[in-house]
């Protein structure tokens, strides 16, 4: 099974770069954030044409989070559940089994700045991951949370931990609620296959960051043992991001073998 995980920012405005990946990359499933569409916005059709079957969880001019598996997808879920009145206000998380794994598209939020309650709810989102995957999941089962965490897990994945002091995708409590979901039960799988420092996974629009090889590793697939353990590969695909009009990140893929 070839996974990925992609930040797109913005489906409408870059469809046509995603059909033609997939038709060159041929993924089974791909995990996709920020299409920034509503849901009756989401181009299914177009998805099944190519041979994928499709789960979307929108809002319409932000967020939004998207599977597409062509080895199947059961069960979809949205959010974190439960009742409405503990519903998350924005559509970040989205759940499918593709293949026999269980697998989540998450779009952690930015956070922003330290100081400013985004990023108190960004603690508090990750937080509910964890319980939720603590109440819902077992690591003895293979599970898969891919997305955008908007975090840098070490200081080895960004170009210059100086620029990031007192900023938000470095900071300890961060690092500390990615740890956290470690704790339970995911690994870094791209990690096991690439320890290199210096591999990114966005770059900045501006001052033309991508050229100056200016980056952060912030797209990431966790998975539990039974996943990270049969990972035989993995890749950031750096030829996404360049031509017209890209998306500021680019997709992280890894194979899993049968």
């Not at 503990?86 to 593709?98: I, N």
């Not at 704790?183 to 420092?197: I, M």
């Not at 035989?232 to 890894?254: C, E, L, W, Y």
Request: charged share 25%; proline share 6%; hydrophobic share 40%.
């Amino acid at each position: 099974m070839r996974l990925a995980t992609w930040n797109i920012n913005s489906l409408k405005a870059r469809l046509p770069r995603v059909e033609a990946w997939l038709a060159e990359l041929e993924p089974d499933v791909v995990c996709l954030q920020e299409t920034k569409l509503a849901d009756a916005a989401f181009p299914a059709l177009t998805f099944r044409a190519l041979g994928y079957e499709a789960v979307h969880h929108g809002e319409g001019r932000w967020n939004g989070v998207a599977i597409l598996s062509r080895v199947g997808l059961e069960d979809p879920e949205f959010g974190f559940g439960g009742d409405t009145a503990e519903a998350d206000p924005e559509a970040r998380l989205v759940w499918a089994t593709c293949g026999g794994v269980r697998v989540a598209s998450a779009y952690v939020p930015n956070g922003r700045s330290l100081d400013d309650d985004h990023y108190q709810y960004k603690l508090r989102w990750l937080a509910r991951l964890r319980d939720l995957l603590a109440s819902t999941a077992d690591p003895s089962d293979p599970v898969v949370v891919a997305g955008d965490f908007n975090i840098a897990p070490t200081d080895e994945d960004v170009w210059d931990p100086a620029e990031f002091v007192g900023a938000t995708h470095t900071s300890t409590a961060e690092r500390a609620a990615l740890a956290e979901l470690e704790s339970w039960g995911l690994t870094d799988t791209f990690r096991l296959r690439q320890p290199e420092p210096g591999l990114y996974s966005w770059w900045d629009y501006r001052a033309g960051n991508f050229h100056k090889h200016k980056g952060m590793r912030i797209d990431l697939v966790l998975g539990t043992r039974p996943v990270a353990d049969r990972v035989t590969f993995a890749t950031i695909d750096r030829n996404a991001r360049k031509g017209q009009q890209p998306s500021d990140h680019a997709p992280v893929i890894i194979d899993i073998a049968d």
